[in-house]
């Protein structure tokens, strides 16, 4: 008969040991490195916003991003000079071509989706900590038969703040986070339908979520990335209008 010792021993040599799967900045870095130098560094887009509140109705939206940081959203007509800008992790909305306010903000699907391949890891991880995940936390499912990272929560955690990178690509495709007021209610944010784009990928519809329910449908037009856009255009100081979007 085997003693417990050998036992135990012929027992570890049957069975292949467990490796824990990455951990976040492992994850991070990952995505950081396979696209580095690589991505288009602009991009611009036509949005049709489909709303379900307060009434169901289209909005079109002209988009005009330079990575890393800086999203400028200028609401149809263009002439309304209704404009969401955001910039070095502040907010600026204007109403009328007038400045209407401005807060301190991160942006997470900025982070997720588009500046993680270019800002320094450690940068990306302070900033998605700052936001509330848990980076201690890992597993790995799969989403739509696709293999995934999962950061944020543990196994069977479908409540937790996390976010969702695809492990093929290493392209953000989910979030899910409680509400800000306490209602336990889940949001759901979704990058979908993924095509490739000058050096990278984007995502050309995205869908947030309450409880299960699509409240907000974004989907993209006249997509182009790499072309170059005047550094005007992210400035709330030289606030004007749009030249690269066509009415």
């Known amino acids: 008969m085997f003693s417990s010792g050998l036992l135990t021993t012929a027992l570890a040599a049957l069975v292949p040991a467990l490796s824990p799967g990455p951990d976040a900045p492992d994850i991070i870095r990952q995505m950081h490195d396979r696209y580095q130098g690589k991505w288009y560094s602009t991009l611009t887009f036509v949005q049709t916003t489909t709303l379900t509140q307060p009434a169901p109705h289209t909005e079109t939206w002209h988009e005009a991003l330079q990575f890393p940081g800086l999203l400028r959203i200028d609401i149809a007509p263009l002439d309304s000079g209704n404009t969401i800008l955001f910039r070095n992790d502040s907010l600026y909305r204007f109403r009328q071509g007038k400045l209407a306010g ?36 890992t597993h790995e499912t799969t989403w739509r038969g696709q293999p995934v990272y999962v950061v944020g929560a543990l196994s069977g955690d479908s409540t937790t703040k996390q976010f969702w990178i695809e492990k093929e690509r290493l392209l953000f495709v989910r979030m899910i986070e409680p509400a800000q007021d306490g209602s336990g209610t889940r949001v759901e944010t979704q990058f979908n339908r993924y095509q490739p784009l000058a050096g990278g990928w984007i995502s050309v519809e995205v869908l947030f979520n309450v409880d299960g329910e699509t409240v907000t449908r974004e989907e993209y037009a006249d997509v182009r990335g790499g072309s170059a856009l005047p550094e005007a255009l992210f400035d709330p100081a030289r606030y004007g209008p749009p030249g690269w979007a066509r009415p």
């Open 102 to 137: 401005s807060r301190a903000l991160v942006h997470p699907l900025m982070v997720l989706g588009f500046d993680v391949y270019f800002d320094a890891p450690e940068k990306t991880l302070s900033k998605l900590e700052g936001l509330g995940f848990d980076l201690t936390r």
